[in-house]
């Protein structure tokens, strides 16, 4: 089922201009996301700076605590504005997503980077950082808190098309029974789409 779903939104990534689209996998788990520029339809909004995203992530228990419960998918939808200090190579943002699992939501706030690595003759590389925390106050249903944290290291091998590496790691907590929950801990490599 997961893997009809994933066909369809690489499909309908294509037919949208999605400022980026990606997809990571590791032996066990899948991650889909996909990022709307809204400069890209708006005049009001500046190009490259704010965004409207979703994700989907279908990781297995084996990158999980191991208590016993089985990880459903996790859905998200995520807004970000980032910007570039100066002429730097850093952009850093300001974000905020609703997300869902089993029995789970919240809506954390986060911080993300990026840093192009001043190696551009040789090929373009960027070093991505972000981290979210949801407190109890911004956590709903059976949750407690969220936090996330990744980090990742791109090589833009063509124009627009980028092979990435990285490490993620998404704690779920609960209240009562399942307690302090670790969704997903573990690296990835995938393809980031620029459009």
């Known amino acids: 089922m997961l893997k009809k779903i994933a066909l369809l939104m690489m499909l309908a990534v294509s037919a949208f201009a999605m400022h ?40 297995s228990d084996t990158h999980s605590s191991t208590n016993g419960y089985k990880n459903d998918p996790y859905y998200e939808a995520n807004f970000l504005m980032k910007r570039p200090i100066s002429s730097s190579g850093l ?9 869902y699992t089993t029995d ?19 090929v373009p590389m960027y070093v991505n ?6 407190p109890r106050v911004l956590s ?11 980090v990742s290291y791109d090589i833009e091998l063509i124009d627009n098309g ?3 590496i990285g490490y993620r790691s998404m704690n ?17 490599f995938g393809f980031k789409f620029l459009f």
């Not at 952009?91 to 997300?99: A, D, P, R």
């Not at 789970?104 to 040789?122: D, H, N, Q, R």
């Open 91 to 99: 952009s850093v943002g300001m974000g905020v997503k609703f997300n």
């Open 162 to 164: 980028r092979v990435t």
């Open 20 to 59: 980026s689209a990606e997809v990571n996998i590791n032996d066990t788990d899948l991650e889909i996301s996909a990022k709307l520029d809204l400069g890209q339809f708006n005049q009001n909004v500046e190009p490259n700076t704010t965004f409207l995203g979703f994700r989907i992530v279908d990781a």
């Open 140 to 150: 709903f249903g059976n949750a407690d808190r969220y936090y996330e944290y990744r």
């Open 129 to 134: 950082a972000s981290v979210y925390y949801g």
């Open 104 to 122: 789970f939501s919240s809506i954390p706030l986060g911080l993300e980077g990026t840093y192009k690595i001043p190696a551009a003759a040789f």
């Open 172 to 188: 779920t907590n609960y209240q009562g029974a399942r307690g302090d929950y670790t969704y997903n801990k573990a690296f990835y």
